[in-house]
């Protein structure tokens, strides 16, 4: 039986993607990565998860935040709602980054 939180129990996952792991011309594609992004990720880990997916224009905020409830959460908080569900932040993190890879070759490749 997979889990399936109600929306507002869902930990949040905003992702901000740097224009350049695009490539030289990223900030020409990257409002549309991000809504393909969201839409590839959208089934992983649904059931607990929310994304928001966004560029990630100013270097100076986080590539990754979480929350719960609309509030900005650390990553001690997020890593102990993942353990919640038996599962490791550090796991979902680097299949994060593995998957986003993977997008990236397969948006180039439409």
Same mark, same amino acid.
Do not use: H
């Given at each position: 039986?997979?889990?399936?939180? %109600? +929306?507002?129990?869902?930990? @949040?996952?905003?992702?901000?993607?740097?224009? $350049?792991?695009? $490539?030289?011309? $990223?900030?020409?594609?990257?409002?549309?990565?991000?809504?393909?992004?969201?839409?590839?990720?959208?089934?992983?880990?649904? $059931?607990?998860? =929310?994304?928001?997916?966004? %560029? =990630?224009?100013?270097?100076? +905020?986080?590539?990754?935040?979480?929350?719960?409830?609309?509030?900005?959460?650390?990553?001690?908080?997020?890593?102990?709602?993942?353990?919640?569900?038996?599962?490791?932040?550090?796991?979902?993190?680097? @299949?994060?980054?593995?998957?986003?890879?993977?997008?990236?070759?397969?948006?180039?490749?439409?």
């Amino acid at each position: 039986m997979s889990i399936r939180l %109600p +929306l507002y129990k869902k930990l @949040t996952v905003l992702f901000r993607i740097e224009p $350049g792991c695009l $490539g030289p011309q $990223g900030k020409d594609y990257v409002e549309e990565f991000c809504v393909f992004a969201r839409t590839e990720l959208k089934s992983f880990e649904s $059931g607990i998860l =929310r994304w928001v997916i966004k %560029p =990630r224009y100013d270097k100076s +905020l986080p590539e990754i935040e979480y929350a719960l409830s609309n509030e900005t959460v650390d990553r001690q908080k997020a890593d102990a709602f993942f353990s919640d569900f038996d599962k490791s932040i550090a796991n979902f993190e680097s @299949t994060l980054d593995d998957k986003l890879a993977d997008l990236v070759e397969q948006f180039f490749e439409r």
